[in-house]
Nanobody, 125 residues
Framework: QVQLVESGGGLVQAGGSLRLSCAHS????????MGWFRQAPGKEREFVAA????????YYADSVKGRFTISRDNAKNTVYLQMNSLKPEDTAVYSC??????????????????WGQGTQVTVSS
């Protein structure tokens, strides 16, 4: 089992920044990748970013590329999502997720096995 706890959401003006954190615990040695997804009211869950566990490769949705950065701190057992130049369309509940599957598509939420509770990000215009 893997436990994930997000923090860092909040209200920010357009153009501002927020950093989300996802603390992971439990059987983290089995993790192959972690990702961030978001869901706005009335919309489907959307891939935001992912990072592989062994190589540390990062992947981003086109809509956030150049503005968001995913990173990890192994000493703190935490994955971060640094969000800069925020736009009102970034408003959503952001959730981190982990996959222990040996084969997966990092963009597809169905491949992720564990999820955090989500944190609200609201960007005002």
């Amino acid at each position: 089992q893997v436990q994930l706890v997000e923090s860092g959401g909040g209200l920010v003006q357009a153009g501002g920044s927020l950093r989300l954190s996802c603390a992971h615990s439990g059987r983290t040695i089995s993790i192959n990748a972690m990702g961030w997804f978001r869901q706005a009211p009335g919309k489907e869950r959307e891939f935001v970013a992912a990072i592989t566990w062994r190589g540390g490769s990062a992947y981003y949705a086109d809509s956030v590329k150049g503005r968001f950065t995913i990173s990890r701190d192994n000493a703190k057992n935490t994955v971060y999502l640094q969000m800069n130049s925020l736009k009102p369309e970034d408003t959503a509940v952001y959730s981190c997720a982990a996959t222990v599957s040996p084969t997966y598509s990092y963009r597809d939420y169905r491949f992720y096995d564990y999820w955090g509770q989500g944190t609200q990000v609201t960007v005002s215009s």
